[in-house]
């Protein structure tokens, strides 16, 4: 008799002690007799809203509850890899409940998802609030005003997730845009500019960004539009990262290939961008001088022209807030300058081709070079007018990094031969490599233009214009 009471006890302390111990199974037993004497109400936080438009509020809840020790105790966790690759952060699974104390209430989350569809896609979520009902009427509006605060502070000290957001055409169940995390590393530190670019670009971006009250005052959408204009290759698409990574802002790549309904499907692709986001649009002169120059219009042509006349419209001024838009175009020939006007573009930026001064910006952040014996050569070359992309000369240093000799003979062997050295004299491709390495620089130029094509990218000499300007409008 006393084996088997002493055997049924060792049960009932196993089964007390499952899981976390003892104390687990005393805060399940407080639960549940919470849930027989106490009223409680429930507040769903949706991370889509009726109109299929992200929920900036589920957002800021996600941040703030991933933010709370508490996390630790839930049942069940996940461990990923935070936006440094270096960091493993708790990450709350599905259906699992997180407590939370504010002004002596006791408050749970319930982290609810939605099965996904068939093709596994559109599976979205949503926090659960339980509250008492009398803590409710008593803490409620300073609880989530609470919740905006510790989310605007994380935000702002760069701890939110950027994510790059991409149109999907008409996505199923209703969903417009796909979307997966922004890792892009580029900065305006890394990118090749003059550095009074640099810095008036830097200081106009923050002037921005405490500018919600002076655009309040001056009437006006909380918005800022660039033009970025210039050959391919040029540092278009590195400087939209950079400013994303300069703002801690998302990006949405509006592909107007994808914009199926015209001016009203591309309205409703625009509503669903949210504050605190660049919204991207490239190699716009493709659509606009299409539409210009021929009299039946592709769909994707008009609707780059319905793109610029809504920057000054109505609907620009409702979903435009805290929001920068860029345009990229190779160039602005061609384009009537009313598309370009003040109130639809702020800024423009011109990206020229490389000049000695970025070159030089190159050869110091591929290379780790600052002075070099060859760069006077360098810069005699492009004074005479031929030039490469930014991103050709980068390709070169990068294939040649172990050398920095050889990187920059291998650019000069690569401007030199097409069109001349500007004095009267041809050299063949040959003769050039054998004047500047040896036949080692030419290895490395040939490869390049096997997989670059360079030698039809140089027609002759071109003419190589002045550094980035910026110019506002």
Avoid at 62 to 90: A, C, K, R, W
Avoid at 242 to 271: P, Q, T
Wanted: proline fraction near 4%; charge should be neutral; glycine fraction near 8%.
């Amino acid at each position: 008799m006393i084996i088997l009471i002493l055997i049924i006890l060792l049960f009932l302390i196993r089964v007390m002690l499952f899981k976390t111990g003892l104390i687990h199974s005393t805060k399940k037993l407080q639960q549940t007799l919470q849930e027989i004497f106490y009223v409680h109400q429930y507040l769903k936080v949706p991370e889509l809203n009726e109109s299929m438009q992200p929920n900036p509020l589920y957002r800021k809840v996600f941040l703030y509850l991933h933010s709370l020790p508490s996390i630790e105790d839930s049942d069940f966790t996940n461990l990923v890899t935070g936006t440094n690759q270096n960091d493993i952060v708790l990450c709350l699974d599905a259906n699992q409940l997180i407590e939370d104390h504010f002004l002596g209430a006791t408050l749970y989350w319930f982290n609810q998802k939605t099965e996904p569809n068939r093709n596994n896609e559109n599976r979205t979520g949503s926090f659960l609030l339980k509250i008492r009902k009398n803590d409710k009427r008593r803490i409620l509006g300073a609880y989530l005003r609470h919740i905006h605060d510790v989310a605007g502070d994380m935000e702002s000290n760069g701890k939110r997730e950027l994510r790059l957001f991409v149109n999907a055409g008409d996505g199923e169940g209703g969903v417009r845009w796909r979307s997966v995390p922004f890792t892009h590393p580029s900065t305006f530190e890394t990118i090749a500019m003059g550095e009074d670019l640099r810095s008036k670009v830097k200081s106009d971006l923050e002037l921005f960004l405490r500018g919600k009250k002076y655009y309040r005052k001056l009437g006006r959408a909380w918005r800022r539009s660039f033009l970025l204009y210039g050959p391919s290759g040029t540092g278009k698409s590195s400087f939209v990262a950079a400013m994303a990574n300069f703002l801690g802002y998302d990006v949405y790549d509006v592909d107007l290939e994808n914009v199926r309904g015209g001016d009203s499907d591309l309205k409703l692709l625009l509503l669903e961008t949210t504050p605190k986001s660049i919204v991207v649009v490239e190699d716009l002169d493709k659509f606009v001088v299409a539409a210009t120059t021929e009299s039946s219009l592709p769909a994707a042509s008009a609707t780059g022209i319905q793109m610029l006349n809504i920057m000054d419209g109505i609907l620009s001024a409702c979903c435009g807030e805290e929001r920068v838009m860029v345009f990229t175009m190779n160039s602005k020939d061609g384009v009537d300058p009313d598309l370009l006007r003040p109130g639809r573009v702020d800024v423009h930026i011109h990206f020229p081709t490389c000049d000695f001064t970025s070159f030089k910006e190159l050869a110091s952040s591929h290379l780790g070079v600052k002075e070099h014996k060859l760069f006077p050569r360098v810069e005699e070359i492009l004074a005479r007018g031929v030039s490469l992309s930014p991103a050709e000369v980068g390709e070169l240093m990068i294939a040649n990094r172990g050398s920095p000799s050889r990187a920059i003979k291998s650019v000069i062997g690569a401007l030199r031969p097409d069109g001349g050295d500007g004095i009267g004299r041809r050299e063949s491709a040959d003769d050039d490599c054998d004047d500047v390495d040896g036949g080692d620089g030419c290895n490395a130029v040939k490869d390049f233009r096997k997989l670059y094509g360079l030698f039809k990218l140089r027609n002759g000499k071109r003419s190589r214009p002045s550094n980035n300007t910026l110019v506002h409008d």
